[in-house]
Structures are given as structure tokens and as C-alpha cells.
């Protein structure tokens, strides 16, 4: 078990994906996406530019780890293939699929496409929890106790000490009045959803 810390430069509520009754990690982080195991704990902080920086925009228990085409046959995950219908739905996540000559192909005008192929592919999984915190543009202030497991620069930062995972989780927990989806993301808006588009991270 582990948690891994990064930090989330673009909000859009596309990666990670909040909305309905799982928290998604689909795109984007293919480092973390690789080597996530169930059980693991994700948590994502708000970049420099954003107004509670350093501020946690997300944790996640990760539940399930699927392979990309898991993730788009399963029909309990139809809801977040990505569509133009409303808003949460142009943040669906379910994106990639191989067709019949087995080649990855896109959702058209999903907030990725094949220019983000390479990355998004080559985190291989998808990972989904029931057992999320998801505060978007109401971020928290995490503790000073556990600045040493927050990441500070590009990549992610691992931690395993099992002690430190408990006394973080706990803290979240019981200081949190319910779980899921508390606010709506910091870049819920169309300028979100091109910066989404745009963002080429470096992992």
C-alpha cells in the first residue's frame, strides 16, 4: 500500500474525473496508473497558479484497476464515455478503445485526443474508487504533520510508510463530514476544458 502525491496543474474535472458515483483516474499520471495497486491512496494537489495552491483538490482509495479496454466494455462505466451533451459529460473520461484491427482510437472531440495517445496509453490502467474526496475549487489546507508525503514538483512523490498512510486517511475521514464529490472543479468552464486539451504534462 502506498500513497502517491502529485500535483494537478489543470482542474477541469476530467482527470480526475469526480462525477457520479466514482472518482476516475483515466488520463494523464500513466506512472501512477502503472504501478497502482487496489488500496493504494491517490491525492492530487492545486498547482501554483490557482488561488489555494498546495491546497488538496482530491484523495482516492483506489477500488479497481482496469485495463483501458476493461474500462470501456464494462457497462457500469457507459456514463463516462465523453459526449457533448452536457458539461460533466464532455468530461467523460472513457476515451480509448482498440477497434477491430486492434488499434487505439478516440472518443471524438473528447478532451483528449491522439495527440495525448502515447502518454495516456502507456499508463496502461484506469483507476476507479467508490471511497473518494473530491473538493475541486473548495481545495483544503493539508496539515503540516503530512507535508512530507505532498508532492512539490513535477512527477509524483510515492510514500509506503503504512503509519503515516493511516494517520493521513484518518485525518480525512474524520475531519470531512461525508465523502465523493464536495464542489465542482476549479476549471469548470470552457477555458477548463481547452486547457485540459492543451496540457502536455511531463510525468
Known amino acids: 500500500m502506498k500513497i502517491s502525491a502529485y500535483i494537478i496543474s489543470v482542474d477541469s474535472g476530467f482527470a480526475p474525473n469526480p462525477f457520479g458515483k466514482h472518482c476516475t483516474l483515466a488520463c494523464c499520471k500513466p506512472s501512477i496508473r502503472r504501478s497502482a495497486e487496489v488500496g493504494d491512496i491517490i491525492i492530487g494537489t492545486a498547482a501554483t497558479h490557482y488561488p489555494k495552491a498546495g491546497y488538496l483538490i482530491y484523495a482516492m482509495r483506489v477500488s479497481d484497476v482496469l485495463t483501458y479496454q476493461q474500462y470501456w466494455d464494462d457497462p457500469r462505466y457507459n456514463y463516462r464515455k465523453s459526449s457533448l451533451k452536457t458539461q460533466i459529460t464532455k468530461r467523460g473520461d472513457n476515451i480509448w478503445h ?16 491522439l495527440s495525448h ?22 481545495a483544503i489546507p493539508v496539515p503540516r504533520d503530512f507535508s512530507d ?36 472543479p476549479s476549471e469548470f468552464t470552457e477555458k477548463g476544458c481547452s486547457a485540459q486539451n492543451k496540457h502536455k504534462e511531463a510525468d
Not at 98 to 113: F, T
Not at 120 to 131: A, C, F, H, P, Y
Not at 162 to 173: E, H, Y
Open 98 to 113: 482498440c477497434d477491430k484491427g486492434e488499434k487505439w482510437v478516440v472518443v471524438p472531440e473528447a478532451l483528449h485526443d
Open 117 to 138: 495517445r502515447k502518454r495516456d496509453i502507456s499508463g496502461e490502467n484506469v483507476l476507479v474508487s467508490t471511497d473518494f474526496y473530491y473538493f475541486g475549487r473548495d
Open 149 to 184: 508525503i505532498l508532492a512539490t514538483t513535477q512527477g509524483h512523490k510515492n510514500t509506503t510508510d503504512v503509519a503515516t498512510i493511516k494517520k493521513f486517511w484518518d485525518w480525512l475521514s474524520t475531519s470531512v463530514s461525508k465523502s465523493g464529490r464536495l464542489s465542482d
